[in-house]
């Protein structure tokens, strides 16, 4: 990928047919990074709309109400959601939202709550009375997490790796200047069971590499 070498695109060498880009970049970012497998799509609104759009197509996705943002390139939260098939129970409120808030929520909605998403804010802060929920508490409720973070680092010395959510999104991925990985690209971490059929919608949203 970055090492000034011929590669194939979508070219199998052992078939002589079309072959896919989830082959290659995805096997060796599931390895880096301890993940059953891996998807790679071109940003991390993408990331989000397929793994909503596998989990909880017409199902119900618990968000905060702090998290409901715009990131980049104007993409809103509650449409991508929308976008997804997935119906949004927002949770808490803008500046306060407690594993209570959450754990009500489940309960309420019982099997129609999907997943919890916890959304990356980006450069959106929110100062004084405050108060948000780890994702390793929201791993506590017994339904899947999804956690958005943005350009944060997934590195195996970070704790919360060890038993993390079941899916990673993440956007502009940092490696370093040779690693191949383009910054207009996005990824998704998790368990092997997500990606086994991939989603329909994956075409458009490929990576462009």
């Known amino acids: 990928m970055g090492d000034g070498r011929y590669a194939t695109l979508e070219f199998d060498l052992e078939t002589g047919t079309r072959g896919s880009r989830q082959e290659r970049a995805p096997a060796l970012l599931a390895r880096a990074c301890g993940a059953e497998a891996a998807m790679v799509v071109n940003n991390c ?38 976008q997804s098939g997935a119906r949004l129970v927002e949770v808490g409120t803008t500046n306060r939202t407690r594993i209570e808030d959450f754990a009500d929520a489940v309960a309420t909605h019982g099997s129609d709550i999907a997943a919890v998403l916890s959304v990356h804010r980006s450069n959106y802060r929110i100062e004084g009375f405050t108060e948000s929920t780890p994702v390793a508490d929201l791993a506590e409720l017994g339904v899947p997490v999804v956690a958005d973070i943005g350009s944060g680092l997934l590195d195996a010395a970070c704790p919360w790796l060890a038993d993390g959510p079941p899916a990673w999104l993440q956007d502009e991925p940092g490696g370093p200047p040779d690693s191949g990985l383009r910054r207009s690209a996005g990824y998704l971490l998790g368990r092997q069971a997500f990606w086994v059929d991939p989603r329909p919608e994956s075409s458009p949203v490929r990576p462009t590499w």
């Open 45 to 82: 609104a993408s990331a989000v709309l397929l793994v909503l759009a596998a989990l909880a197509d017409g199902r119900e996705v618990a968000v905060s109400r702090g998290e409901l943002v715009e990131i980049g390139g104007g993409f809103r939260i509650p449409e991508v959601l929308s």
